[in-house]
């Protein structure tokens, strides 16, 4: 019994044991099982975290280079954006301060680069690791550059055939004070006598001269680009209303149309003179050039005429332009709405005029020396006819880079319709309207000349002078004031100086002086001045 007693005893702490040691092992297992499950967690995470990272590494890389691309296209564009304010900087300086420079579709002149901008020379001195600083720059000019394209897509000029078109012009508005009697009270061109019981003194203000471009870039057309180009002023004339002179009525002055290849141009159109190109640089007279009647030949003159450029060396151009033109003489219309043929028309033919130039540069300046001729032949009715030509000759000489000359003359004999013969082209010995009576072509001969100081960036002054000589051996004794419906005038000499100040690029001040002495052949001469102060605003 006590065995047995025992023996349950011992097999009850045996199984006590088993059991106590099962649960031990289970334990054990449990804890060493449980940090490998973390363990294994953790390193899933660490694996997925890893895989992330790699692919912000990789989207880093990408936006990296796409941040280089994109900064490489800026400095591109700013560099181009740089060159081209550079070049069109220096074209509206020179077309701005040297109206004259203005060749009509003719003299191309290959300049070369000029010194650096400031923002170019800032590039170039920054220190080659400041680069936050040269991006915070890139993205400084790409906004500004931004906006600026922003606001040219918001005032554009739409046509209706969607070509590009580019508006343009001057708002000018001119105050003047006369002493002496002139022809035109804010355009004098030549003077008059003072009329009895005038006190031969004036002051007015005009805004008649202001102007308005249109410049239409077309397709391309068997190789060429193809453009056309309108201007109106508002000086033809005035309505008969009260205060009628502050009306001006729209005038247009040029229209044309153009080829253009590499070396050769075709222009058709109403268009300036090519034989005589250049005009001094004046603010107070913009509507008629400077000089119009004082030996600057001038005119916008229906035409048709085509260029060509050969290309001597690299610095040196020849340029050969030859065309047609309405044979006009400076006659007044007969009529008011109904056109009648004038005496170069009634000949049935055209005008012809041709001109060679040859240009280089020198001190970043246009030296261009040209030669013109002209031809017409004129029926004044019952078969009178007359042969007008022409000759002419022009310059452009830089003297130093500051200092410039330019002019033209020329030499000819009923030319008045290109304002030559102070604006006369014919002499009738008698009644014009009889068919007996004899006229004669007259013979004149003029020119101009300037010299312009360009004092400082935004300051130039210029001074000129003009004539134009009617040859009074072709009036003394064959023509007569009465038989010629005015007053034959002589000789017109001209004088002017003036400075023009420009704070902006687009705005202008100027001051002017200008005296013009007038001797008529059969009477006493007479003289005018003008002071002319004008300001403008070009868009």
């Known amino acids: 019994m006590i065995n047995l007693e025992i023996l349950v005893l011992r ?16 334990h054990c297992t449990a804890q060493e099982t449980a940090p490998a499950q973390k363990a294994e ?22 936006e990296n280079a796409q941040s280089r691309a994109e900064m490489h296209e800026l400095r591109q564009e700013l560099q181009e954006t740089r060159q081209l304010l550079t070049t069109v900087a220096a074209s509206a300086n020179t077309r701005l301060s040297v109206p004259e420079a203005q060749p009509q579709g003719g003299d191309v002149v290959k300049s070369e ?42 005032t554009k000029v739409e046509t209706a055939a969607k070509y590009r078109a580019r508006l343009s012009g001057i708002l000018l508005m001119n105050a003047f004070h006369n002493v002496g009697t002139s022809d035109n009270l804010d355009l004098p ?20 001269q202001s102007e308005i471009g249109l410049e239409i870039f077309g397709p391309s057309l068997i190789g060429a680009r193809t453009s056309a180009n309108v ?83 690299d610095r040196q151009t020849l340029t050969l332009q030859g065309g047609i033109l309405d044979n006009l003489d400076w006659e007044v219309p007969y009529n008011q709405y109904y056109r009648t043929a004038q005496a170069g028309e009634q000949s049935g033919q055209p005008a012809y005029a041709m001109r060679t130039s040859w240009s280089m540069p020198v001190f970043d300046h246009p030296l261009t020396l040209g030669a013109a001729g002209y031809y017409g032949r004129q029926n004044w009715s019952w078969d009178r006819y007359v042969d007008a030509w022409g000759g002419m000759g022009d310059w452009r000489i830089p003297i ?52 312009k100081f360009q004092l400082t960036s935004k300051i130039e002054l210029n001074g000129a002078f003009g004539e134009d000589d009617a040859f009074t051996g072709d009036i003394r004794g064959f023509a007569t004031d009465a038989n010629n419906f005015a007053p034959i005038l002589g000789r017109n ?39 002319n102060l004008a300001m403008g605003i070009l868009f």
């Not at 899933?44 to 990408?62: D, F």
């Not at 704070?503 to 009477?523: G, I, K, N, Q």
């Open 493 to 531: 000499h001209g004088e002017l100086g003036n400075i023009i100040y420009r704070p902006r690029s687009d705005l202008l001040l100027s001051a002017e002086f200008v005296r013009l002495h007038t001797f008529p052949v059969y009477t006493s001469a007479s003289s005018t001045n003008q002071i």
């Open 41 to 62: 967690t953790s390193l899933q995470e660490l694996g997925s975290q890893v895989q992330e990272l790699r692919a912000i590494i990789e989207q880093m890389r990408s």
């Open 231 to 313: 201007v109106f002023d508002f000086a033809g004339g005035f309505p008969s209303a009260p205060n009628g002179v502050n009306f001006g009525i729209a005038r247009m002055q040029t229209a044309s149309l153009r080829l253009d290849w590499q070396h050769t141009s075709v222009v058709a159109g109403q268009d300036s003179l090519f034989i005589s190109p250049l005009s001094p640089t004046s603010f107070a007279s913009l509507a008629i050039p400077a000089f119009a009647y004082a030996g600057n030949l001038w005119g916008w003159t229906p035409q048709l005429r085509v260029e060509h450029h050969f290309d001597l060396t």
């Open 113 to 154: 680069a000029g010194s650096s901008s400031p923002v170019q020379s800032a590039s170039a001195t920054a220190p080659a690791g400041d680069l936050a600083g040269r991006v915070q720059k890139l993205e400084e000019s790409t906004q500004l550059l931004g906006s600026k394209i922003n606001e040219q897509y918001q």
């Open 11 to 26: 097999r009850f702490i045996t199984a006590l044991v088993a059991t106590f040691a099962m649960l031990l092992a289970g």
């Open 400 to 451: 130093t880079r500051r200092f410039g000359l330019s002019g033209e003359f020329y030499r000819g004999r009923g030319i008045g319709g290109l304002g030559a013969g102070i604006g006369r082209t014919v002499l009738f010995g008698g009644n014009p309207y009889q068919p007996t009576t004899s006229i004669r072509g007259l013979n004149s001969a003029g020119g101009w000349s300037q010299l």
């Open 189 to 208: 061109d030549f003077a008059q006598p003072v009329a009895p019981g005038s006190s031969g003194s004036n002051f007015g203000a005009t805004l008649r």
